[in-house]
């Protein structure tokens, strides 16, 4: 598993776009523990778009909750889910 970056694009769904994506996560994430090595970096870019980084740890935690699979997403880097 690698580096996950996910970018939400700056519109008027911004808010909920961000507050869902790491809402799950953290939930999950306190859930199991708070493995140290499960880390999210967030930034902003020019265009006011939210970029967040997830370790390889955070990302296998992102891909159990699902939480890349709605929202306002641009960018995302998903893996080949097997048998798909």
Do not use: C
């Amino acid at each position: 598993m690698s580096w996950y970056k996910v970018v939400i694009v700056n519109n008027e769904h911004t808010s909920w776009s961000t507050v869902g994506l790491m809402r799950q996560f953290i939930l999950r994430y306190k859930l199991i523990g708070s493995p140290k090595d499960a880390v999210v970096y967030r930034g902003v870019n020019d265009l006011g778009d939210h970029i967040y980084y997830f370790s390889p740890q955070a990302s296998i935690i992102a891909i159990a909750e699902k939480v890349w699979l709605s929202g306002n997403f641009r960018g995302l880097q998903l893996p080949d889910f097997p048998g798909k």
